[in-house]
Every structure is written in C-alpha cells, then in structure tokens.
Nanobody, 123 residues
Framework: QVQLVESGGGLVQPGGSLRLSCAAS????????MGWYRQAPGKQRELVAA???????NYADSVKGRCTISRDNAKNTIYLQMNSLKPEDTAVYYC?????????????????WGQGTQVTVSS
C-alpha cells in the first residue's frame, strides 16, 4: 500500500508563511501527479495546487501568486510554499497522490489521500 505523510501545518498570523510537505512511501511504481487540496468548515474540498510527473503545475485562482508547489522526485515528496496567508486560507490541507502500482506485468492506477494537516491563519 501507499502512505502519504503530511507535515508543516500550524497557526500563523495574516501575511505570514507556511511550508507544507507530503512524502509518499510504499510500493509505488510511478507517480503520475501529486497535489494539495483543502477543506474549510462547511465547504467542499477544493484543489489548491497540483504538479504532474512532467513538472506541470496548476493552481487555484485564489492562491496564484502566493503559493508555489514543488517536488523532490528522489524523495517522492512535494512541498507547498504558502506566502501572504489570509484568514480565508484557514482549512485542513490534504495531500493527494495519483500513482501507478505494479502487480506482475500489470499496472494499476490508484489515488491516495493523506490524513490532513490543519492550517489556521489568525491574529
């Protein structure tokens, strides 16, 4: 199986910065894409940022210019650098991984989620 371990959440004042990390481990054949989603109380889970195996990135309009997603392929780890944080960024942030697992000669695509890390932006 695959495990996603997130870290880096916490309490920060408006205008501050945080860096989230997500490390994938397990019997991964290849990673197709990884990303960060968030869910605020009473709201649906939404994409924050994603990065493909080719390095293409995608950001929610609400975080463009404030957040940067990056990856370390050797460590199967992604990072989300968040700057100029606002109270509306407060949410549980979830790591997501679209991976291929290999069983014999067959490859299967799976999507995994991390347990979530709380980000609170408040003075």
């Amino acid at each position: 199986q695959v495990q996603l371990v997130e870290s880096g959440g916490g309490l920060v004042q408006p205008g501050g910065s945080l860096r989230l990390s997500c490390a994938a481990s397990g019997s991964i054949f290849s990673i197709n894409a990884m990303g960060w989603y968030r869910q605020a109380p009473g709201k649906q889970r939404e994409l924050v940022a994603a990065i493909t195996s080719g390095g293409s990135t995608n950001y929610a309009d609400s975080v463009k210019g404030r957040c940067t997603i990056s990856r370390d392929n050797a460590k199967n780890t992604i990072y989300l650098q968040m700057n100029s944080l606002k109270p509306e960024d407060t949410a549980v942030y979830y790591c997501n991984a679209d991976v291929d697992l290999k069983y014999g000669s067959m490859r299967y695509e799976y999507v995994y989620w991390g347990q979530g890390t709380q980000v609170t932006v408040s003075s």
